[in-house]
């Protein structure tokens, strides 16, 4: 309603104020105070109208539109219903028919104007200052711009959304005039012209001016005793933080210095031990997530092809026992895993067969390493460069172990066999040589110390250090390789086109460790046999003759003119030819000189070191070759020699006594 | 890191010690000597009431954390220039090569394996 009321109340103002009130402010007493509204209430409402100005509202002190102005449109509407009498609907009010009404009622009026004229201009005055009523004169002219909206919204819903925004303006507006009300009160005791200026002329009226006061509460210096105190305080609380922060100093300074102090032996160490000669590089420590230091001890930069083993280990700082430990980065996941005692060291045995008994003793055990003793004596210092002396060991011998089995897995119609994974037994005629893996323990250190020497301990670490060595050789040969052909090497497959000629057609990559030791055994073996051969068919059968050995011509040992490399390689080359004796295929010329009747030169070789072949050449005394043949089989070999020597060299001696 | 850097990092936290070292002196006084004079000047200087308020607590615990962490942090630039060196480093060439082999010398050795553990005799 309060679109109604102001517009009512605007029309009034437009005719001069003759009808101010569209209805009874009155009415709102007795509205929620009767039970009913009498049906009587009509008549009163005729006089009502003119009435409220003249004589009713002498009694309001405040003022009645206000309280039209702030009443819920809800209890307004019943109010004006209630004013028009029953049976009226609110949809019915029209402004022309309330402009009808209140022509009629302009006579009674303009009397009552002039019965009350001070009324009526008090009424005016408040009118004029009365906030509520001059706002909605904006929202009337907001309303056609509305007027598009209607057609989306219903008419009574825009209604009610004009009527809560009024609402809320005029409530907005009173609390605001209320507060300045108040304040302006409260000021005028003090400063009166101040206060006048921004008071209403209602409450100029109803409240006497400096009627509202308060005290003034002075600021009060503190006392020289609360001063002391509030410092106090403060410095208290300043001391605090300043022990606080000595004691966040000192404690870091410790822990700093115990830090910089295990650095320092860490790092000092770290210069004494480590030489430029190992790889160090940054690691991340497992177990721990710190950055750590690695060191590799694998071989393989050296050439080594064996992934078992990383071969790093993290370099870690023991402060308990104030020294450098290196922990292999494979036994932290081993341990993790369970397995542990990773040392196992190679240790080769001699057993030689016992004739009439068909069984073998041992004659022959390969010296421990050093490493492998304890060693109580040794300094700090030793102690570490120990250490990793002791991880390359055990990976080298890991190494060793794989390559040996790896090379034993083709040798088995020689006598090669693999008892199981840390065992490769080798027979040969006359003795049998083991090569087995042994864990590092102490009972297996005390009872090799405790034994007594054999007669072939020396020969079995001979074979191991050979053993070693060739290993070492298949490193260099690897690692030249990797230097001369940088992008071939990856792949183990390729071929390498620089073959060294006294290795004959075998790959630089191909194992060869225990062929050639083999070789040699075998062919020392299978010379034997021969010098027995020959001696039985033919020394002991032509009178005079003797066998020689004779040197091989055909070894070309001679490093030829090959490319001029740098001086690692050629270093490396040197280095792989010296072993070209051990590594080359056993040969053995043995030249048999018969008197009178030529010579027969026998060649002993191997195609594949543990095989032989024994080629004939029978040359008679004319210088005529007359048979250049070979045979693998001894068997076959005998009956040849003995048809050479029967046909032609017994004959022969016989026709030449005849001759003479 | 480069040596640049290092530097300008040395620099910098160098830079940072000192300042908070000066910081931590300014705001640590108890501000005895502005206690003798006036109780009301003491009010009209900002400075000082800085310094007894929650604000110069907090300052000087800041300052001390930073001293540390600069110290911190001088010592991991040690760290690092140290494994700088160690990993750096590398063999000389002359000095540190293996001493030459005497080729003859192995061989001769070679040989005398052979014929020690084969026992022939070449």
């Known amino acids: 309603m309060a679109g109604e009321g102001p517009r009512a109340n605007g029309f009034g103002s437009d005719n001069m104020y003759k009808k101010p009130l569209a209805i009874d402010p009155n009415l709102i007493r007795p509205a929620p105070s009767s039970a009913s509204p009498s049906a009587d209430s009509d008549n009163e409402h005729k006089s009502e109208q003119n009435q409220p100005s003249t004589g009713m509202a002498q009694p309001l002190v405040n003022n009645p539109y206000e309280i039209f102005g702030n009443m819920p449109l809800d209890q307004l509407i019943p109010l004006i219903l209630q004013s028009r009498g029953t049976g009226t609907k609110f949809a019915d009010l029209t402004e022309e028919s309330l402009m009808e009404e209140i022509i009629k009622d302009d006579v009674p009026l303009s009397q009552a104007q002039r019965d009350a004229d001070g009324d009526l201009d008090m009424d005016v005055s408040q009118f004029a200052n009365e906030p509520g009523q001059q706002t909605p004169e904006p929202q009337q002219i907001e309303g056609p711009a509305r007027a598009d909206e209607d057609a989306a919204l219903s008419q009574e819903k825009f209604r009610q959304l004009k009527a809560s925004t009024v609402q809320s303006l005029n409530l907005a507006v009173n609390e605001s005039s209320l507060a300045l009300e108040f304040v302006s009160l409260l000021l005028s005791s003090v400063r009166p012209s101040a206060a006048n200026a921004s008071m209403s002329p209602f409450l100029k009226k109803t409240v006497p001016q400096a009627s509202l006061n308060a005290e003034k509460i002075p600021f009060q210096t503190p006392s020289s005793a609360e001063v002391l105190d509030r410092s106090l305080i403060a410095k208290g609380w300043k001391q605090r933080s300043l022990e606080e922060s000595r004691t966040l100093l000192k404690d870091s300074y410790q822990a700093l210095e115990k830090s910089l102090k295990k650095e320092h032996s860490y790092w000092s160490k770290v210069s004494h031990n480590i030489s430029k000669k190992d790889v160090v590089f940054r690691i991340k420590d497992r177990e721990t997530g710190e950055k750590s230091l690695g060191i590799k001890y694998g071989y393989e930069d050296s050439g080594s092809t064996y992934t078992q083993e990383r071969g790093i280990a993290v370099l870690k700082h023991n402060s308990k026992l104030d020294r450098l430990e290196l922990v292999p980065a494979d036994r932290q996941q081993a341990n993790a895993l369970g397995k542990d005692n990773n040392e196992k060291f190679v240790r080769v045995r001699i057993f030689t067969k016992i004739e009439e008994e068909d069984d073998y003793i041992l004659t022959g055990e390969s010296r421990l390493d050093e490493l492998l003793i304890p060693n109580q004596a040794a300094g700090e210092e030793f102690d570490f460069r120990r250490q990793i002396s002791r991880l390359k060991f055990f990976i080298f011998e890991k190494d060793l172990m794989y390559q040996l089995k790896r090379e034993s897995e083709n040798l088995i119609s020689y006598g090669v066999s693999i008892e199981n994974e840390n065992k490769i037994t080798i027979e040969f005629s006359t003795e049998k040589l083991e090569l087995e893996t042994m864990p590092v323990n102490d009972d297996v250190i005390m009872n090799h110390q405790q034994d007594a020497p054999k007669t072939d301990d020396r020969k079995a670490t001979l074979v191991l250090i050979m053993l070693r060595m060739l290993l070492v050789v298949i490193y260099k040969k690897q690692l030249r390789k990797k230097l001369l052909c940088p992008q071939t090497s990856m792949g183990a497959s390729v071929k390498s086109p620089k073959t060294h000629k006294a290795v004959g057609k075998l790959q630089d990559n191909e194992v060869l460790l225990l062929r050639p030791i083999i070789g040699k055994f075998k062919h020392e073996s299978y010379v034997n046999l021969l010098k027995k051969i020959i001696k039985g068919f033919v020394l002991d059968v032509v009178e005079d003759s003797s066998v020689r050995k004779v040197s091989g011509s055909s070894h070309p040992v001679t490093i030829k003119n090959e490319a001029v490399y740098d001086n690692h390689i050629a270093k490396l080359d040197k280095e792989i030819h010296l072993f070209d004796k051990i590594l080359e295929m056993p040969r053995s010329d043995l030249l048999v000189e018969l008197p009178k009747s030529g010579t027969i030169l026998f060649v002993l070789q191997s195609s594949n070191y543990c095989n032989a072949t024994t080629g004939v050449k029978y040359t008679n005394g004319e210088g005529e070759i007359l048979f250049d043949t070979s045979f693998s089989n001894f068997k076959e070999l005998e009956d040849f020699l003995h048809f050479i020597v029967s046909e032609y060299v017994a004959g022969g001696q016989e026709n030449g006594v005849k001759d003479e | ?122």
């Open chain 2, 1 to 122: 890191m480069s040596n640049r850097g290092l530097l300008e990092q040395l620099e910098r936290t160098t830079e940072t010690l000192s300042h908070s070292l000066s910081n931590l002196i300014k705001y640590s006084s108890v501000a005895k000597e502005r206690d003798d004079e006036d109780d009301g000047e003491q009010h009209e200087l900002p400075e000082s009431t800085a310094k007894n308020s929650t604000s110069g607590l907090m300052m000087v615990n800041a300052q001390t954390g930073q001293l540390i962490k600069g110290i911190q942090d001088l010592l991991v630039m040690t760290r690092s220039i140290r494994e700088k060196w160690l990993l750096t480093q590398i063999p000389d060439e002359g000095v540190d090569s293996q001493p030459e082999l005497d080729y003859e010398k192995c061989s001769q050795l070679l040989k005398q394996w052979t014929q020690e553990v084969v026992g022939s005799e070449e």
